[in-house]
């Protein structure tokens, strides 16, 4: 069995800086009732869990345990078991949000690039791993998403990439996730899509000076094709940037990717459309 790691990330707790997830969740009203929300991280290199409360504050220790490689449902479903266990027995939850490294709808997995493409093709995993812990309130989005959540500011277009074994997108707009773009397998270079030019390999191959060139072009990239308002990085590689950020591009905590596990139950966490079913099919109910 892996052995698991335990962190204890006090400035998610102790932090002088008010958390944006706090922020955020003061004016979005979470829902009523939730206390205990098991937060899961799915990585290309680590799989990493915490309990956190309604405003994403972590209630327990963050664990962490190499992903296995090859990595099947079945074992992913198993090793996030064995993971969560000790933190369940210390705070009984009533909800799972799972970050996942690939493209995710409606709590399925469409693809997962880094775990292997033969066994990942519409995997319900949510309710997999719900049924393996007797928890039937899960919800699933892609990584960078979730770690959007919790460092969004909720005003104008904010878009999200995240730098670890593979590159995540997400954007946001007032707060609300839009439709999901993988644009890590979208070419920017010949033959080369963001995963291979600013992924982890690339930038162990490359080196870091190149790698960072590399990523300073691609945000001139997403600025000139997503006209953001404010960009935010994350992701383990973000601490490796070496050259002046843009003054609209912001590096954010890895421990995002854990707390927006609590803004994942919140109203304004999908799209209104969504919640107002009457609205899109043209009833003309906008409440």
Not at 16 to 27: C, D, F, G, H, L
Request: with cysteine; glycine share 10%.
């Amino acid at each position: 069995m892996a052995k698991i790691e335990k962190t204890v990330k006090k400035s998610a707790v102790k932090s002088p800086v008010k958390s944006p997830v706090k922020r955020a969740a003061t004016a979005t009203h979470p829902s009523q009732g939730i206390e205990n929300i098991l937060a899961i991280d799915v990585g290309g290199t680590g799989l990493k869990a915490a309990i956190v409360d309604a405003d994403g504050t972590m209630r327990t220790e963050r664990v962490r345990v190499a992903t296995p490689h090859p990595c099947p449902p079945a074992l992913l479903v198993d090793t996030l078991a064995t993971l969560v266990d000790p933190l369940l027995k210390q705070y009984p939850s009533t909800h799972v949000s799972i970050g996942f490294p690939g493209f995710v709808r409606n709590n399925h997995v469409i693809t997962a690039p880094h775990l292997g493409l033969d066994d990942w093709n519409d995997v319900p995993l949510a309710q997999m791993l719900g049924e393996r812990l007797s928890i039937a309130s899960v919800r699933m989005i892609n990584d960078a998403e979730m770690q959007g959540l919790a460092a969004i500011e909720g005003q104008g277009l904010e878009f999200v990439m995240t730098l670890g074994t593979g590159v995540g997108t997400a954007m946001f707009r007032d707060g609300e996730l839009m439709p999901h773009l993988e644009l890590a397998h979208h070419p920017v270079s010949k033959k080369r899509a963001y995963d291979e030019y600013i992924g982890d390999a690339a930038r162990s191959k490359a080196g870091n000076k190149r790698w960072n060139a590399r990523v300073e072009k691609i945000i001139g990239i997403l600025e000139s094709l997503v006209h953001y308002d404010k960009l935010w990085i994350g992701g383990g590689n973000a601490a490796r940037l070496t050259f002046d950020l843009p003054p609209n591009v912001a590096t954010v905590p890895n421990d995002r990717g854990i707390e927006g596990g609590a803004r994942l139950w919140h109203p304004r966490s999908v799209r209104e459309t969504r919640q107002l079913p009457a609205a899109t099919q043209r009833a003309g109910k906008f409440r």
